[in-house]
């Protein structure tokens, strides 16, 4: 059985990053807590960034140096995906950095009225996590997670399919573990109706289901294994044909056979692919370019992998190359396509 017990000094040291103050959704230092400037702030360029709650652990991790290097002051909004997405579409806001879960939601909902382009940066993959007084946490492993998960009396947290893509890959992870794949399936249809039974949302955004994991309120959560390595709490790994890892034709192909209906729309499994964007209602854009380009270069790339994401070849996306900011042409390949993902 793969599962995962917390190495202590690891935590530790992830915790000392930021990554603690990452997960209870907190902005950048040095802005007044309802987002103006204080005096102390007169004058110094900020970059505002509404992004994933999944995307804190990093961009807390690299903020400190950024500020000290650029001189310019990093204030963080922390939603869902979809949710900050809407930020910006629907409610009229203006953010310098808009950085998303799913990339598709900057290709479909955001380009071109609200901006010109987009960086895919990172790939992350689903994971469990569990309590370790949950009934089942003894025995659950990557062999059998579907049979603890689906027991009578336990409860399985995931974040809100209409606001986070977190939610509706869970789902879609429910779902796959239901449909054949070379052959086999991991559980039939019976148990796949017991996961969804057992799941519950008490919160729109997955950084909000560690705490109560942690409290023990639940016994397990389906969230990102980005999360979940950081957290000090054991988890388990899930298998690449559910886990939404796999950029490849073979795996695109079986996850596009998940589709998750939401208030927010339909949405189709697809391997995991994190977006970056400079909206083009930004107050700051060269300031929100600084940000996009630390993510794809280092030191961003080396704080994505200590905080449990891995960083892919950096690729731009544009109908027309002369919108993308010239600082990260030298650093990003300008495609259509990454992997079987059209972009």
């Known amino acids: 059985m793969t599962k995962h017990r917390p190495d202590r000094r690891q935590y530790l040291a992830a915790a000392g990053s930021g990554i603690a103050a990452a997960l209870a959704g907190c902005t950048g230092l040095g802005a007044a807590v309802d987002g103006t400037r204080s005096e102390t702030d007169a004058g110094r360029e900020r970059v505002t960034a509404f992004h994933a709650g999944s995307l804190g652990p990093p961009f807390s991790a690299a903020e400190p140096a950024f500020e000290e290097e650029t001189g310019v002051e990093v204030t963080r909004e922390v939603k869902g ?52 007084d949950a009934p089942g946490a003894d025995r659950i492993g990557t062999d059998n997670w579907w049979e603890v998960l689906s027991r009578d009396d336990v409860t399985v947290g995931h974040s809100d399919p209409a606001v986070d893509p977190g939610g509706y890959r869970t789902v879609m992870v429910q ?42 309120k639940l016994d397990y959560v389906i969230y990102y294994r980005s999360i979940a ?20 034709e073979r795996y695109a192909a079986h996850y596009a056979s998940a589709t998750v209906e939401t208030d927010a729309g339909t949405f189709t499994g697809a391997p995991i692919a994190y977006g970056l964007t400079v909206p083009s209602v930004a107050e700051s854009p060269a300031a929100g370019a600084r940000w996009v380009e630390r993510f ?4 961003g790339r080396a704080a994505l992998e200590r905080t ?8 731009v996306a544009a109908d027309d190359e002369s919108t993308v900011p010239d600082r990260l042409l030298d650093d990003c390949r300008v495609g259509e396509r990454i992997g079987p993902l059209e972009l």
Do not use: C
């Open 81 to 132: 995906s979809v949710g900050s997405t809407k930020k910006i579409t629907e409610q009229g806001r203006s953010a310098d950095v808009l950085g998303v879960a799913d990339f598709r939601l900057l290709r479909d909902r955001v380009l071109p009225a609200y901006a010109d382009w987009y960086a895919v940066f990172a790939t992350n993959a689903m994971a469990i996590q569990y309590h370790e």
């Open 175 to 216: 779902q796959l573990g239901s449909v054949e794949f070379e052959g086999a399936r991991l559980y039939d249809e019976a148990t796949y109706r017991r996961l969804r039974a057992n799941s519950t949302v008490p919160t729109g955004t997955e950084i909000n289901l560690v705490s109560q994991v942690e409290s023990g």
């Open 229 to 248: 390595s950081t957290t000090g709490l054991p988890w388990v790994d899930l298998q690449p044909h559910v886990d939404l890892s796999r950029a490849t």
């Open 296 to 299: 794809v270069t280092e030191p």
């Open 308 to 315: 449990g994401f891995s960083p892919t070849e950096p690729i």
